[in-house]
């Protein structure tokens, strides 16, 4: 079956980093979009950043703009989000994305493959 598998939550300090990853199983990130959404406890999705399927566009959410760094291994079929001076308001289920016709669109719908979700506490 094809799908994405998630990795790389945990539980982290303020101002610590953590990368989280995707990895493309039984299909290939190449020429795919790619997007990372989050939902925190008692909010809706919401889109935190995304890179097109040739790299020249990607868009960050303000609140995490400067701090986080999408990226993606074609050969490797892995996407990444690296994580870095984290604060608790990122605390959050995150999940990947990806689609080979829309570039980081709002429509859930309009994505080919989604992960299963991976829990990410920012906490003292």
């Known amino acids: 079956q094809d799908k994405f598998v998630e990795s790389g939550g945990g539980l982290v300090q303020p101002g610590e980093s953590l990368r989280i990853s995707c990895v493309a199983s039984?299909?290939?990130?190449?020429?795919?979009?790619i997007a990372w959404f989050r939902q925190a406890p008692g909010k809706e999705v919401g889109k935190v950043s995304c890179?097109?399927?040739?790299?020249?566009?990607?868009y960050y959410a303000d609140s995490v703009k400067g701090r986080f760094t999408i990226a993606r291994d074609n050969g490797k079929s892995t996407m990444f989000l690296q994580m870095d001076r984290l604060k608790p308001e990122d605390t959050a289920v995150y999940f990947c994305?990806?689609?080979?016709?829309?570039?980081?669109?709002?429509?859930?719908?309009?994505?080919?493959?989604w992960g299963q979700g991976t829990q990410v506490t920012v906490s003292a």
């Open positions: 994305a990806a689609s080979k016709r829309f570039y980081c669109v709002d429509d859930a719908f309009q994505y080919d493959f």
């Open positions: 890179a097109s399927d040739s790299g020249t566009m990607t």
């Open positions: 039984g299909f290939s990130l190449e020429h795919r979009h």
